[in-house]
């Protein structure tokens, strides 16, 4: 093992759920600061009155053990964390963003993803809702996901197979690519 690797810190992913309550998030970064954890990342919800959320947290290996069983003991709250010490290899990657609405139905998610993997394209973040569509009773689904792919990637065959579970679900889906590759 090198020096570098040694040293360097490990990747702490929590997921959270618990009764939503006032404080919760600041009794999770007490802990964290107190093991000498560096809040890194978050996205968190309140979902059908359950508070949810995933957490990436970087801490020194010498912290992490401590920070984890403090973590596992905040009450009321199911804790999972997962440890990683492996960094993500910067790799020439496509960044992509696609865009997601129509009427809700079982089967979306789905089939999306299913077109994406087909493609070996990766899902980086997914955020989706409901909401009433104007002029109808109507439930519209909305999906936003950030994307990545090999430099190799076929946007052509992509936005076709797309375009055809699209019309199969009638949805509207958008892909653009991002300028900016890693």
Do not use: C, Y
């Not at 993500?88 to 089939?111: C, H, M, S």
């Not at 299913?114 to 909401?131: K, R």
């Not at 792919?149 to 991002?178: C, K, P, Q, Y």
């Amino acid at each position: 093992m090198s020096v570098a690797t040694e040293n360097a810190p490990d990747f702490l992913v929590l997921t959270v759920i618990g009764d939503d309550r006032p404080g919760l998030v600041g009794e999770l970064a007490a802990v964290v600061a107190a093991h000498q954890g560096n809040w890194l990342e978050s996205s968190m919800a309140q979902l059908a009155g359950k508070f949810a959320g995933i957490i990436k947290i970087g801490v020194a290996q010498a912290q992490a053990a401590k920070l984890q069983q403090a973590l596992l003991k905040i009450n009321q709250l199911k804790i999972t964390v997962e440890v990683s010490q492996t960094r993500q290899l910067l790799l020439a990657t496509r960044r992509l963003k696609l865009a997601l609405v129509g009427n809700d139905r079982i089967g979306i998610v789905k089939e999306v993803s299913q077109v994406l993997a087909h493609h070996a394209v990766n899902v980086e973040s997914l955020e989706t809702h409901t909401s009433s569509a104007p002029m109808s009773a109507d439930t519209l689904f909305h999906a936003v996901a950030e994307l990545t792919a090999a430099e190799s990637l076929d946007a052509t065959a992509l936005t076709r197979e797309l375009e055809r579970i699209s019309n199969d679900l009638m949805v509207d889906i958008t892909l653009d690519e991002s300028i900016s590759h890693n």
